[in-house]
């Protein structure tokens, strides 16, 4: 392994630990949700950066699917916050 890759690697590892933690603590609903969102998008990175690891392009393909089902959960949620905040 490179340097490079080794330095990706404890990046993607740091910014997963920071996001759970501010899950863990995140005062509002919608602080928690971006924090899984968050945890999400770098999950996907730590996919990537194994399918360049292992040299399977195959991995490439399913981390883009899963990328948009939770941007598309994502825009569910801020959907679900904004019809709530019609209706109080």
Same mark, same amino acid.
Do not use: K
């Given at each position: ?6 330095? $990706? /690697?404890?990046?993607?590892? +740091?910014? !997963? +630990? *920071?996001? !759970?933690?501010?899950?863990? /603590? ?5 602080? #928690? +949700? *971006? ?6 998008? @770098?999950? %996907? ?5 194994? $399918?360049? @690891?292992?040299?399977?392009? @195959? ?9 948009? /089902? !939770?941007?598309?959960?994502? /825009? $569910? !949620? $801020?959907?679900?916050?904004? #019809?709530?905040?019609?209706? %109080?």
């Amino acid at each position: 392994m490179t340097p490079l890759l080794l330095v $990706a /690697i404890a990046v993607v590892t +740091v910014a !997963f +630990v *920071v996001a !759970f933690i501010r899950l863990l /603590i995140g005062p509002s609903l919608p602080d #928690r +949700v *971006v924090a899984m969102d968050l945890m999400a998008t @770098v999950g %996907s990175g730590g996919i990537a950066l194994y $399918a360049m @690891v292992t040299d399977r392009g @195959v991995l490439l393909d399913a981390v883009m699917v899963l990328s948009l /089902i !939770f941007f598309l959960g994502t /825009i $569910a !949620f $801020a959907y679900y916050l904004e #019809r709530q905040g019609e209706t %109080s």
